[in-house]
T-cell receptor, first 113, second 114 residues
């Protein structure tokens, strides 16, 4: 059964820093991997989707990479801002269950002004 | 702009009541999902549907049922609500391509069962 781990569980950085969030998964048979952002008490907002055949995707200050064979993905946030404060969730689309997403528990990011 | 809406943001019910949570998407998506989210446990899949009138159990279906009579609407039913079903409920939808299609979430319903 696919297991997803996100490290660190929480992170606090000063504004302007570049940072990396890590995600690892146990089964490399995935369709894709999505990164989401969740603000307190709200739903999830999709940030990036990387297909299994891709190595990375970029959107603005965000860059996500995928190394399927080693079961790892990273989300790089450049020049962090207080508005980036949220919980970030990683979710591979599981190859064994019709592409259904399996979620990690997230990394809670706090960016201090 | 893609949209997944949920019928209520906050709901308070009593133990034993029948509870309906409704989700509507306007993207003509085939796949729809219901999750619950609890502190320390993350998101867990309750039920999903890949077509009208079709449903599949997720990881934690006990105590829940679902209905999908129309493509755009997916309902979660708690037949007899219990206090351990107090949680944040999230609906999501996705197109047909498991590799290429982004999954979109609704704003969530915070359900409290007293």
């Amino acid at each position: 059964k696919q297991e997803v781990t996100q490290i660190p569980a929480a992170l606090s950085v000063p504004e302007g820093e570049n940072l990396v969030l890590n995600c690892s998964f146990t089964d490399s048979a995935i369709y894709n991997l999505q990164w989401f952002r969740q603000d307190p008490g709200k739903g999830l907002t999709s940030l990036l989707l990387i297909q299994s055949s891709q190595r990375e995707q970029t959107s603005g200050r965000l860059n996500a990479s995928l190394d399927k064979s080693s079961g790892r993905s990273t989300l790089y946030i450049a020049a962090s801002q207080p508005g980036d404060s949220a919980t970030y969730l990683c979710a591979p689309g599981d190859g064994g269950s019709q592409g259904n997403l399996i979620f990690g528990k997230g990394t809670k990011l706090s960016v201090k002004p | 702009d893609v949209k997944v809406t949920q019928s209520s943001r906050y709901l308070v019910k009593r133990t034993g009541e029948k509870v309906f949570l409704e989700c509507v998407q306007d993207m003509d998506h085939e796949n729809m999902f219901w999750y619950r989210q609890d502190p320390g446990l993350g998101l867990r899949l309750i039920y999903f549907s890949y077509d009208v009138k079709m449903k599949e159990k997720g990881d934690i279906p006990e105590g829940y049922s679902v209905s999908r009579e129309k493509k755009e609407r997916f309902s979660l039913i708690l037949e007899s609500a219990s206090t351990n079903q107090t949680s944040m409920y999230l609906c999501a939808s996705r197109g047909q391509g498991p590799s290429t299609d982004t999954q979109y979430f609704g704003p969530g319903t915070r359900l409290t069962v007293l």
